[in-house]
């Protein structure tokens, strides 16, 4: 199966309130993790990256927190707001191997 | 700066004919790869070059090959069409090896469809 998956394919939230999507991954030797977002028609987007290093970085309204000891990836939103509608994709690298993609979550923000 | 371009956005194509996918980046990106995402699933890679005059493959290499003649320029051709290679294709780039600091861009897609 896939080194990285997801564990909600769908996620619908209130306007305003905040988003939390989870990724899984089960290569320990992972170095590096991304989120994209993917708008409909459009190519994925850079969002945050993570090094294996640390447990927790902040972007603008988006967090990323990893736990190592149950390969945990998680991506939250703060303030979720019709433009944060999109497919958000997790992503993990681990050496010289090209970047392997979880199966992605689908936000949807109700207004 | 036009990034990563694709062409074409959209593609019908009888099974059995050929065709390539172009792609082009003009960031000067040693890195560069193609990706199908086949409806509500993720990207799965086809196959990558880090370097002009480098290919390698990727999880789903069967039925496509590309070439790498430059650093600007990464092809992919579908020689023989199936109804399988039906998805959207994505091309993309970064510095080196996906990093911090090599994000990793993508192109807007190229729809393909085989009937």
């Known amino acids: 199966g896939e080194s990285v998956g997801l564990h909600l394919p769908t996620l619908s939230v209130q306007e305003g309130d905040n988003s939390i999507i989870n990724c899984a991954y089960s290569n320990s030797a992972s170095d590096y993790f991304i989120w994209y977002k993917q708008e409909s028609g459009k190519g994925p987007q850079f969002i945050i990256d993570i090094r294996s290093n640390m447990d927790k970085r902040q972007g603008q309204r988006v967090t990323v927190l990893l736990n190592k000891t149950v390969k945990h990836l998680s991506l939250q939103i703060a303030a979720t707001q019709p433009g944060d509608s999109a497919v958000y994709f997790c992503?993990?690298?681990?050496?010289?191997?090209?970047?392997?993609f979880g199966k992605g979550t689908r936000l949807s923000v109700i207004a | 700066n036009a990034g990563v371009t694709q062409t074409p956005k959209f593609r019908i194509l009888k099974i059995g004919q050929s065709m390539t996918l172009q792609c082009a980046q003009d960031m000067n990106h040693n890195y560069m790869y193609w990706y199908r995402q086949d409806p509500g699933m993720g990207l799965k890679l086809i196959y990558y070059?880090?370097?002009?005059?480098?290919?390698d493959k990727g999880e789903v290499p069967n039925g496509y090959n590309v070439s790498r003649s430059t650093t600007e320029y990464f092809p992919l051709r579908l020689e023989l069409a199936a109804p399988s290679q039906t998805s959207v294709y994505f091309c993309?780039?970064?510095?080196?090896?996906?990093?911090?600091?090599?994000?990793?861009?993508f192109g807007e897609g190229s729809w393909l469809t085989v009937v």
């Open positions: 070059s880090v370097g002009a005059g480098i290919t």
């Open positions: 992503a993990e690298n681990s050496g010289n191997t090209p970047l392997v």
């Open positions: 993309a780039s970064s510095s080196s090896r996906s990093a911090p600091g090599n994000t990793i861009y």
